[in-house]
């Protein structure tokens, strides 16, 4: 079957949006689609998350992504007096940056920008989407450890505060670098992590910085023709070595986001992981074979996404499509703050 983008949009009453965390890390709900089970039984399962370690084994890996997120949105004006709001893409150097500009005309090279706290920026050039900017007054890390915000995504309808500084980053986060957390893994405590360990089950880390460009929709119907967007991730000798002794022992390697599987998927390109480290563009649809991936914990996603579209290549489509349907009817909460997924079995029965 040939898939357009219209085939991944379902309705999504806005109330489902989660504008806030809940109380506790951990106390969302779990929606399992396990593609193990009879056809004559319902793959769909409605638990909390507290229920996840009756759904892992002894010798399974779980992968996280522990890339942390900066404080990557400044405010500011132009010197001509507009408002300017920024969003810290990537940090090239200490002093230069690639960064989105919201403002009412954009910036031309060589104009500067005053960002509140009194720092002045110097654009470069455009580059894209993206203006290449210097600070010479400060590194862009100082910068934003003193004047930038938890970048909330878009359909977080407030200003950021205090308790996002905590929540919108995950327990386990050392590797600054992204502009959203790997949402997945926001439901993991300190006490579901000590389970885990307990029950035999091995953890290891990739790093993905998350961009920007994980929010938005794809904007063609062809998929042939969508320009994926670039993040930096990291696989290591390590996580691949685990991986080949958890095969050996017959775990399963269990992805921790989407994140988690676009590094794993990135480092297995050609059929076998290998150490990578550098940007990846892969985009993972419907068709696709997974090489290394036997399970999916996940947060649910945006329609007409990458990701969505990523996680029913997984399951299947009309699985994937019939649990979103599902969650919207059971009014599961939906997005960064949301409830969690766990997807048990690829479909393309290649493990």
Request: with cysteine; proline share 6%.
């Amino acid at each position: 079957m040939r898939f357009s983008r219209s085939d991944f949009h379902y309705h999504l009453p806005p109330e489902l949006i989660a504008q806030h965390p809940p109380p506790e890390r951990g106390g969302s709900r779990l929606l399992v689609v396990d593609n193990s089970l009879q056809s004559s039984t319902s793959p769909l399962r409605d638990l909390q998350f507290a229920d996840l370690p009756q759904l892992l084994r002894p010798n399974d890996l779980l992968v996280f992504n522990n890339t942390r997120v900066m404080r990557a949105r400044l405010f500011g004006r132009k010197f001509t007096g507009g408002r300017v709001e920024l969003l810290i893409e990537r940090v090239l150097t200490a002093h230069t940056a690639l960064a989105h500009i919201r403002a009412s005309k954009a910036p031309i090279a060589g104009s500067t920008l005053l960002i509140d706290g009194g720092v002045t920026l110097r654009v470069l050039e455009r580059e894209g989407a993206l203006f290449r900017l210097e600070s010479a007054q400060m590194p862009f890390a100082e910068l934003m450890a003193q004047h930038g915000h938890i970048p909330l995504p878009p359909y977080i309808q407030r200003p950021d505060n205090a308790d996002d500084e905590a929540r919108y980053q995950t327990l386990y986060a050392s590797r600054e670098g992204a502009v959203a957390a790997p949402t997945a893994g926001l439901h993991f405590d300190a006490a579901m992590l000590q389970r885990v360990d307990a029950l035999g089950v091995t953890r290891a880390e990739v790093t993905l910085h998350v961009g920007a460009g994980t929010f938005q929709p794809v904007r063609v119907d062809d998929l042939n023709q969508h320009e994926m967007h670039a993040e930096w991730l990291e696989v290591t000798a390590q996580l691949c070595a685990q991986i080949a002794i958890t095969r050996q022992i017959g775990g399963r390697v269990i992805a921790v986001g989407t994140t988690s599987v676009r590094s794993l998927e990135t480092a297995a390109v050609n059929g076998e992981i290998k150490p990578y480290c550098g940007d990846s563009r892969l985009f993972i649809r419907p068709g696709y074979r997974f090489q290394v991936v036997d399970a999916i914990l996940t947060n649910f996603h945006l329609p007409e996404s990458t990701l969505l579209m990523l996680v029913a290549a997984f399951t299947g489509y009309n699985a994937m499509m019939n649990a979103y349907r599902h969650a919207v009817d059971a009014h599961y909460r939906f997005f960064s703050y949301g409830d969690a997924m766990f997807l048990s079995g690829p479909s393309n029965g290649l493990k």
